[in-house]
């Protein structure tokens, strides 16, 4: 962070200090003029050297009053030039100059109080309009300078030869000397060199014959004013007073950022800037801007001494205007002269308002001055003293209104540019503050913030949220959400860069996660400062980081977009920056380990990081190297269309891994990351086919070199004989599966056993449940059997701590441990008599070891029943969203094929996925825990009405029958938001209700199901809904319980009448009258389909020996009288051909994935009444 935003900050806020010091600096002008004794003062606009007897006041104040109101530079200049002989020949006016117009005659000699005026004078113009004092060009011209000789051609090779043929060795003299020395005779002998070094006409044509195409910078003439004006200082000290010597720190530290312009640096030899201010010889002094800086600086110097003499003296305006310049100056004083500071400014410090501490605070810290403990202490009690007495002044004057007069007396309140300073320089000083300060600080920042709003500024709104993270102050949830409403629209939209990334990475430092809409401005201004080309380095490795910190959740487009434009960036990254890039943005796109689904990055992005990756490899440190390799493994994880790594890039990675393992820098995680990045690297084709070879050695694939594989084993090796702990337990897994990845295939004793005591070591003290999922994906895909003790115990640690995880995740857990329980994974190769001995009696040594160590497993003798038996606890207090992706789990795990494990896709080419599981073996009680936890959660707003019915599906799945209670809150949550399911989700829920057994539905949800299956079946014709699906629905319907003349009875009997519902009888015509122009249309076969799923609904799908409802008789005899007079137009040879037609071609994936997510129970589940069994249903999300 450093000093960032403090000077400029400060600039802003400094408005009535500077103002009121310049009030006081008038006064004692005037003062010093009424000893003095001089003349009256001139009428208003008249110069400073017309009038000589006028209203009394002499030539002096005059001067001082007519600087302080000079419009720009020139006229400063002028009226100086008017009044000082001195300064007119050590400025060079020639005739008809700046001075034209001015009585040049009129000797007064400039005393302390005028060059204060006029540097002040000249820091305010500069403060109004940044450009005022600065060299302007436009199109190549020089701007106009303001007098007659300036701009006139000259004989610019004759002023040249003119000013190398001065003394070479008087051109070494500069101000900055004469300043240090303190000499008043040095100051006029520096003076009298600089007049002898060229002519007028020369003088002028060289200082300004600047190139075209440099940059603007401080205006020549301007620097010899402010040159000339500080070389009067060593003269005028002995009489210069504690005032006039603060407001000299304070003009100089203003114009600071103007004494070191570009012109600066350095020019090729053949410009005529290089030619002016190069001396003859080669050496001696820089460049004008150069030397005016030097003397300015030894300015500084010299006024912090004369401070000196002034401590008791000095009051909080001063000090706080003295402490400022001297930092802007950069100007780092002595231990003597901190030791005078801190004992005089100890009694001011509880009188100094919260501007003047911001000022003195920030000064100490951009210095780098860390006063004594005592001093830091006091300064923090003034700050909460300040604070508090700003509030309660501001809260008075909002309650009483002030009288006439009196609005600018006392002191304000304090600002957010204020307390965010004071934190800043609190954090930098490594300051401890007090539980009374830490209180008082956020209150006022709390009450700043409402106050003040956007308008605060995204600097200093980034600012103090960066010192309360630094500090460790907590800001309450009050306080968070009063700053993200500052910290919301236009400032976002007008953010830097810098200021963005300071937000994010102290949101992150606090784990004060902010909304995602919030996230979403944040990730939208970023873009925008990317696109710009204002993104910076640091920015974007501080932005990314605290973006996977806070989980944020981006979307495809936007990582597309962003990687898109900060491509080009990546060039210009060092290793450790490249590191922290590629990994955050694999954490970001899902590519890093985590769940959910996976977004793409940009091509040109990923070829962008390949290129810079091979060329910062060769000076990367083990972190840097485990960086960009696992940054590089999670971004083609996410984008598996990625082709190859190119062969430079694989090489440096190979070269510097194997020199870092040669030096032995790389520890556990280190080794993990790089053969997960060899892996991907060399993206081998995955074969069930391995070739196995004895005693432990790995069997690689053909496509690693021989290097590739001495280096892989190496790794692994490293890896599995390090000292493990439970925090190895992720790094463990991942080296596992790189392995099976790169071919390794276990079939000693000794690797078998290696690997064994490692998984032992990480799991001892109850790891995770996503650690623990990817040191199975390892196990199962090196097919190494754990014992089964291991297995019972881990179930039984994870299974209370699932919730982290997601459906597929908890999905694959689930296979996992069945397949590791259940299955035989030893390589054929290795079933040797000796072998399996030797395993039994290491897994009976470990069953022993590990039992007496953490206690017996318990009843349950399968893992999966010790999961879900620890996992039952944990569903009272468990979101519903878990709730629903664990129920998902159970019927995923139990159905569907081995082909489908996304989770276990680590490098692109994911090891073979655990097959289903053929029953789950839950506990007798765990349903009905599930049931009463799941029962109050259904009501919630964040629950859709679709994820409503796939619950039940679950459940019916599973062969729960849920109670009374559960069925009523299902049928009060799903029953008014029944119209935004789609037609496959209405369907299953209507199918659902007598197949799970569940309770009759009332009346009321009945009818509003009537009226979304009437809008339905009217739907769009992108999303209709078939006949037959109508036709079915409305027997189902009339099966419950609800018909015409029910739904007329309860019209009649309620009180208040529902809203109108759609007659079944009106719903089943237009069904019919639609199928009919459909099976006019239609093909044989699929004629006959219709025919046979009409018979289906006539009857009961659930027990095909109960007939249809009375109701349903009267239309069906009609439909199927229908269908059978279309079928019948057909000839019987087309019907006997369709008969002996293959099946219609699949729908396309996309559709297909719908479908299968989506098909009613009754398509799947046939005829067969749930009763404690499980029909071969289709997965449900």
């Avoid at 001195?86 to 005028?114: C, K, M, N």
């Avoid at 020395?181 to 600089?194: C, D, F, L, N």
């Avoid at 007079?1125 to 019987?1132: E, F, K, N």
Wanted: charged content about 15%; overall charge positive; hydrophobic content about 50%.
């Amino acid at each position: 962070m450093n000093t960032w935003g403090g000077g400029r900050s400060l600039l802003r806020s400094d408005k009535r200090i500077v103002g009121r010091a310049n009030v006081d600096a008038a006064a004692a002008a005037t003062a010093a003029a009424a000893t003095a004794g001089g003349e009256a003062a001139p009428a208003a606009g008249a110069s400073p050297g017309s009038g000589a007897a006028a209203a009394g006041l002499g030539a002096a104040q005059r001067l001082t009053k007519a600087v302080g109101r000079a419009r720009d530079w020139r006229q400063l200049r002028a009226w100086l030039v008017a009044a000082d002989a001195g300064l007119h020949s050590a400025l060079r006016v020639s005739e008809g100059g700046a001075g034209a117009g001015a009585s040049v005659g009129t000797e007064l000699a400039l005393d302390a109080i005028h060059v204060s005026a006029a540097l002040v004078r000249l820091a305010k113009l500069h403060r109004t309009d940044p450009s005022s004092l600065l060299l302007l060009q436009e199109g190549g011209a020089v701007g106009s300078s303001g007098s007659a000789g300036i701009g006139a051609g000259g004989a610019g090779p004759a002023a040249e030869a003119e000013a190398q043929a001065g003394d070479p060795g008087l051109q070494h003299a500069t101000a900055a000397d004469c300043l240090a020395h303190g000499a008043g005779g040095e100051a006029q002998q520096w003076q009298r060199r600089r007049r002898r070094e060229g002519t007028a006409e020369g003088r002028t044509a060289d200082r300004h014959a600047l190139d075209a195409d440099s940059p603007a910078g401080l205006h020549p003439e301007v620097a010899e004013l402010v040159e000339a004006l500080l070389c009067r200082l060593p003269v005028l000290m002995p009489r210069a007073g504690p005032r006039t010597v603060s407001n000299l720190l304070w003009a100089l530290g203003v114009l600071q950022p103007l004494l070191a312009p570009p012109l600066s640096q350095p020019a090729p030899p053949s410009s005529p800037m290089r030619r002016r201010f190069v001396p003859a010889g080669g050496g001696g002094a820089g460049p004008l801007a150069t030397t005016v800086a030097a003397t300015a600086a030894a300015a500084g110097k010299l006024l912090a001494a004369k401070l000196r003499h002034y401590w008791h003296d000095l009051e909080p305006q001063s000090l706080a205007l003295t402490l400022w310049g001297l930092a802007r100056l950069g100007l780092r004083p002595g231990p003597v002269w901190v030791a005078g500071f801190e004992a005089a400014s100890a009694p001011l410090l509880p009188r100094l308002s919260a501007v003047e501490l911001s000022y003195s605070l920030w000064a100490l810290a951009a210095l780098r001055l860390r006063p004594d403990a005592h001093w830091l202490a006091m300064a923090c009690r003034a700050m909460a003293t300040a604070v508090t007495r700003g509030s309660a002044r501001a809260a008075a004057a909002a309650a009483v209104e002030a009288p006439a007069g009196t609005e600018d007396q006392g002191e304000e309140a304090a600002t957010v540019q204020t307390l965010a300073t004071m934190l800043w320089a609190c954090a930098v000083l490594s300051v401890r503050l007090e539980l009374r300060v830490q209180t008082v600080l956020l209150e006022g920042l709390t009450v700043a913030l409402r106050r003040e709003g956007p308008t605060a500024g995204p600097q200093a709104l980034a600012m103090v949220l960066w010192g309360c993270a630094r500090l460790g102050l907590r800001p309450s949830a009050a306080t968070l959400a009063a700053w993200r409403g500052a910290a919301a629209g236009p400032a976002l939209t007008r953010a830097p860069a810098r200021a963005l990334s300071v937000m994010l990475w102290s949101l992150a430092r606090l784990r004060a996660a902010p909304p995602g809409a919030w996230l979403d401005q944040v990730a939208a201004a970023l873009l925008m400062r990317a696109r710009e080309g204002r993104l910076g380095h640091q920015a974007l490795c501080n932005a990314l980081s605290a973006m996977v910190q806070l989980d944020s959740r981006l979307s495809e487009q936007w990582l597309l977009d962003f990687t898109a434009a900060t491509a080009p960036l990546l060039g210009g990254l060092g290793s450790r920056e490249l590191g922290v890039v590629l990994h955050s943005l694999a954490r970001l796109t899902g590519g890093g380990g985590g769940g959910g689904a996976r977004a793409r990055v940009a091509a040109s992005f990923m070829a962008a990081a390949e290129a810079a990756a091979a060329a910062a490899l060769p000076a990367a440190s083990p972190d840097d190297l485990a960086g960009i390799g696992g940054g590089l493994t999670g971004l083609r994880q996410s984008d598996a269309t990625a082709a190859d790594g190119n062969a430079e890039l694989r090489a440096a990675f190979v070269r510097q891994t194997a020199l870092l393992v040669h030096h032995g820098a790389l520890r556990t995680n280190h080794a993990a990351a790089c053969l997960s990045a060899l892996a991907a690297l060399t993206r081998p084709p995955h074969s069930a086919s391995d070739s196995a070879s004895g005693g432990g050695k790995p069997c690689m694939r053909p496509a690693l070199t021989r290097r590739e594989r001495r280096l892989a084993v190496v790794l692994l090796r490293r890896l599995l004989t390090s000292r493990l702990d439970e925090y190895d337990v992720y790094d463990v897994g991942t080296a596992l599966t790189a392995a099976a990845a790169l071919g390794y295939v276990p079939v000693s004793v000794a690797a078998r056993a290696a690997i064994g005591a490692a998984v032992a070591a990480v799991t001892r003290r109850k790891p995770g449940a996503r650690p623990v999922l990817t040191l199975l994906r390892g196990l199962y895909a090196l097919r190494v059997r754990p014992p089964e003790g291991w297995l019972l115990d881990v179930a039984a640690e994870v299974g209370g701590r699932l919730r982290g995880l997601e459906g597929e995740e908890l999905e694959s857990l689930l296979r996992l441990f069945g397949a590791l329980h259940q299955a035989e994974l030893r390589p054929a190769a290795a079933a040797a008599s000796a072998e399996a001995a030797a395993e039994a009696e290491a897994e009976l040594a470990y069953s022993v070891a590990e039992r007496g160590h953490r206690g017996q497993g318990g009843p349950h003798a399968c893992p999966l029943a010790a999961l879900m038996a620890a996992s039952q606890p944990a569903l009272a207090a468990a979101p519903v969203q878990h709730l629903l992706d664990l129920a998902g789990a159970l019927v995923a795990a139990t159905t569907g094929s081995a082909s489908g494990d996304a989770g276990a896709s680590v490098l692109g080419a994911p090891p073979p996925a655990p097959p289903p599981l053929a029953a789950m073996p839950l506990p007798a009680s765990w349903l009905a825990a599930f049931e009463a936890a799941s029962a109050p959660k259904l009501s919630q707003r964040c629950v859709s009405a679709a994820a409503l019915v796939e619950l039940l599906a679950c459940l019916t799945c599973l062969g729960h029958r849920p109670g009374r209670a559960w069925a009523a809150a299902w049928h009060a949550a799903t029953g008014p938001r029944l119209a935004t399911l789609r037609p496959q989700h209405l369907l299953m829920a209507l199918h659902l209700q007598r197949r799970s057994g569940l309770a009759p539905p009332p009346l009321v949800w009945l009818r509003s199901h009537a009226a979304a299956l009437a809008a339905a079946a009217a739907a769009t014709p992108e999303r209709p809904m078939a006949p037959v699906e109508v036709l079915a629905a409305v027997a189902e319907l009339q099966r419950l319980g609800l018909h015409d003349g029910a739904m007329r009875a309860a019209d009649a009997a309620a009180a208040a009448a529902p809203p109108p519902a759609p007659v079944l009888s009106a719903i089943a015509a237009a069904a019919a009258a639609a199928l009919q122009q459909e099976l006019e249309a239609a093909a044989p076969q699929r004629q006959l389909a219709t025919l046979a799923a009409l018979q289906a609904v006539v009857g009961d799908p659930i027990d095909p020996r109960v007939g249809s409802a009375a109701e349903t008789e009267g239309w069906a005899v009609g439909v199927m009288a229908m269908a059978h007079s279309v079928i019948t137009q057909r000839p019987l040879r087309e019907l006997l051909l369709a008969l002996h037609l293959p099946p219609p071609p699949p729908p396309p994936p996309e559709a297909a994935a719908e479908a299968d997510a989506l098909r009613p129970l009754a398509e799947v589940a046939g005829a067969v009444a749930i009763r404690g069994r499980t029909p071969p249903v289709p997965r449900v999300g």
